[in-house]
Every structure is written in C-alpha cells, then in structure tokens.
C-alpha cells in the first residue's frame, strides 16, 4: 500500500492515553474516559476532469470526558504533547466540577 502519514504509534496513541487517565486520576476522577486518535492519507483534487492538487491530509485528537456527582466535564485537544494533555484534562476537570448536575450524566457500565 505505500507510504504511511501516521506521526504516532499506536503505542504512543495507547501511551497518550494513559497519562490522560493518569492526570484524571491524580485530579481526583475515578473513571475517566480518554480517547487518543489519529487519521492521515491523501486528498486529491480535481478540477475540470484534471488532476490539481495532491496533498497530505491528517488529523490527531485527545477527548478526554470526567464524571462527577452526576457532572460531566468534556474537552479535547487536536494537540498530543504532554502540556496539551495536562491542559485538556484540566479543562474537562473543571467543567466537571462546575456544570449543573445531570442524572443521565454518567459513564456507562464498563463491566
């Protein structure tokens, strides 16, 4: 298939992860969920029947979503660097302490 566009491994993705959910916990969240993805290939444009512009195309993202006394806080980042995840963790952390409660917020069952 050719080259690849990915900047991470799916080690570091799963790694990315990990200190999301270990800053979370370090914050007081029991049960955070985290997710880390990234997408690249190629776009191609056409125009007129021609071919135009051929580009890489890609796109990395952290979500992060923390539960509280029936509270969810959620943010993410299109960044993977350590600051960026403290940062997103932080921002989730807060809107989880401050929105309003929610009785149908709340992770789902994980067994």
């Known amino acids: 298939m050719g080259d690849t566009y ?3 491994s799916e080690g570091e993705l799963k790694d990315v992860a990990a200190e999301a959910v270990r800053e979370a916990q370090r914050l007081g ?7 880390a993805s990234e997408s690249a290939g190629l776009k191609m444009t056409v125009h007129g ?3 135009e512009v051929m580009a890489k195309d890609g796109a990395q993202n952290l979500t992060v979503k923390l539960y509280e006394h029936g509270r969810l806080g959620t943010a993410s980042s299109s960044a993977l660097t350590r600051e960026a995840i403290r940062k997103t963790v932080a921002r989730a952390a807060t809107l ?16």
């Open 49 to 51: 029947g021609r071919p």
């Open 96 to 111: 989880a302490r401050e929105v309003e409660s929610d009785s149908d917020a709340k992770p789902a069952d994980l067994d």
């Open 6 to 8: 990915l900047l991470h």
């Open 29 to 35: 969240f029991g049960t955070p969920l985290v997710s």
